[in-house]
């Protein structure tokens, strides 16, 4: 978590102007109409309350009202204005719970769509410290938490507007006995803030637990296999069980502080009510027709006390939510957030010429000169694990910034920002990314849109996935994530390598996308992509030796050492360390 002040510390206005300033304007002019129903609900609610006083005093003179609560209407008549007065306070909650549901059902989404495309967005420098878990957390489970707490804002709406219509109109009656509604209010907030702190406690440790259960989850089937190998079944078990016991018990002392509660705004509304009747028996000159008629527009408040009480305690369960969502809201948008319109391959002959360029991490540094990337070329870049190929591979993508960089394009020297414009068409494929759609003909389409059958089963054929597709019965449509037809990880990984080839990037980078073939199927799959990408500079990361012999220059990182050069090119790549360059 942040070190900043956290947003259980602050008010709880402080937090409602938060969850406030997350609405859209439709939302805000929407929530307009719905206060508006809510007031008119409120108002014929109480008209509703002040009509039973004629029919269970018949005959009995109403000191307030005038011709529409005379007493001396027919009980058809009376009955005729509660029924009316009572079904449009029935319709008008009712439409105003249907544009409530709207608005609910519009934040959450507007929610996940807000976060995700800002995690889209963020630079890869900004996600470093974030785990999956917690990401996917933040895009599922998070925000129904937040969603909760926006219909609790809407309770408390709802319950504030009928309150204040309700007292107005009891003041009317009866100025007198309202003098002890200020008591009340206040043991009523007293109530309110019982237990508060214990609430949000329990709240944030739920959120906590809910991320540690995402992580439990995650990659289930690899995990599994990753868990009995070493024989640690009974450990998950207990593990998983810890938490959901946490869980259960936060969720049960949730339920308990409400229940809390609500029993104790009951006692007090009770009390209340007992305390009136006592007041108006004993305090000459209050009539009996208005102390009914007060009474029944406090009663009327009852659930919307209880309500209440729940909604803070909902809101206090929002808070850790809404931090967790705030701070991936607060990540940097990144420069190289992709352009509405799709850019294509560059004029010219293509070849980029890379001079110098410095990065970091790894953390001795890394620092590559005089690299070429030409059309139709293949650099091979290997080392030993955590010596920085990812790293330099993020950057040839554009994706990471360097320290330094110099390069020239069309014999003209360009900066790192035009160096990326340049490299945007491209692709980048890793061993530890698996497809998510659901489909093959689904996965090919989200990298061509528009490509025909024809052309999909051509790529298919390409990487060698024709004959698996040909054993199927479902054709383009045989199911990623079906147990009776799930592909293997080397199938994936051709699926994947499919993409580039209907992508035709201006750069491909292939870091370790073929580390589930063996050697003799990543030979034969790089020489179709270099066949079918005529136009595009390929950079392949992979630590099999035999690759070289595909590769028109090859990149070696070695800890301390100068590179091993081979190929056309000439290579010049060496670790240094930040002290050493100071």
């Not at 391959?345 to 620092?367: F, Q, S, Y």
């Not at 394009?409 to 900066?415: A, E, G, K, P």
């Amino acid at each position: 978590m942040p070190d900043e002040p956290s947003i259980l510390h602050v008010r709880s206005l402080d937090l409602l102007r938060a969850l406030l300033r997350t609405l859209a304007h439709r939302d805000l002019a929407e929530t307009a109409v719905y206060v508006a129903l809510s007031l008119g609900a409120a108002f014929a609610g109480s008209v509703a309350a002040l009509l039973l006083v004629p029919l269970v005093q018949p005959d009995h003179a109403l000191p307030f009202g005038g011709a529409l609560l005379s007493a001396h209407r027919s009980v058809g008549a009376q009955a005729a204005a509660f029924a009316a007065a009572s079904g449009a306070f029935a319709l008008l909650r009712w439409q105003a719970a249907r544009i409530g549901a709207r608005l609910v059902g519009r934040y959450g989404m507007n929610l996940r769509r807000r976060v995700h495309a800002r995690l889209i967005d963020a630079p890869l420098a900004s996600l470093a410290g974030a785990t999956s878990a917690e990401i996917a957390n933040v895009l599922t489970h998070n925000v129904e938490i937040l969603v909760q707490g926006f219909s609790a804002l809407q309770q408390l709406l709802v319950a504030g507007i009928t309150a204040a219509v309700s007292l107005g109109f009891a003041f009317w009656v009866s100025p007198l006995l309202l003098l002890a509604v200020p008591v009340l209010a206040g043991l009523g907030l007293a109530a309110s803030r019982a237990c508060g702190r214990e609430q949000a406690l329990v709240a944030r440790r739920y959120v906590a637990d809910m991320t540690q259960l995402f992580w439990h989850s995650e990659d289930f089937p690899r995990r599994l296999r990753h868990v009995r190998s070493f024989e640690r079944e009974d450990a998950e078990k207990a593990s998983c069980s810890a938490i959901a016991a946490r869980l259960g018990q936060g969720y049960r002392r949730q339920l308990e502080l409400v229940a809390s509660g609500r029993l104790v705004l009951e006692l007090l509304a009770t009390l209340g009510i007992a305390a009136l009747f006592l007041l108006a028996d004993r305090w000459r000159g209050v009539d009996r027709a208005a102390l009914i008629a007060v009474c029944l527009l406090l009663g009327r408040l009852l659930p919307y006390l209880v309500a209440t009480r729940q909604s803070f305690q909902q809101l206090r369960s929002t808070a850790p939510a809404f931090e967790l969502w705030q701070r991936y809201m607060r990540l940097d948008a990144d420069r190289t957030s992709a352009p509405t319109v799709p850019l294509r391959p560059v004029d010219g002959d293509g070849v980029l010429r890379i001079e110098r360029m410095r990065l970091t991490p790894p953390r001795a540094g890394l620092e590559v000169g005089e690299l070429v990337l030409a059309p139709g070329e293949l650099t091979l870049i290997s080392g030993d694990s955590g010596i920085g190929k990812s790293s330099l591979v993020d950057v040839l993508a554009g994706m990471a910034t360097p320290e330094v960089f110099v390069a020239r394009h069309d014999n003209r020297t360009i900066d790192f920002d035009a160096y990326r414009e340049l490299v945007r068409f491209g692709a980048y494929v890793s061993q530890n990314v698996r497809p998510w759609q659901r489909s093959v003909r689904e996965c090919l389409r989200w990298a061509a849109p528009d490509a025909t059958d024809a052309l999909l089963r051509s790529a298919l054929a390409d990487v060698g996935l024709d004959r698996r597709l040909a054993d199927s019965p479902h054709g383009l449509d045989i199911a990623l994530h079906s147990a009776s037809s799930r592909l293997s990880g080397g199938e994936l990984q051709r699926l994947l390598l499919a993409q580039v080839i209907l992508r035709q990037p201006r750069l491909a980078v292939l870091d370790e996308a073929t580390s589930a073939l063996d050697a003799a199927a990543e030979l034969a799959v790089l020489a179709a992509l270099k066949r079918r990408l005529p136009r595009t500079s390929l950079v392949v990361v992979s630590h099999r030796p035999g690759v070289a012999v595909l590769a028109d220059q090859s990149l070696t990182i070695e800890n301390g050492f100068p590179a091993s050069v081979t190929g056309s090119a000439v290579l010049r790549c060496t670790a240094w360390r930040q002290a050493r360059s100071a």
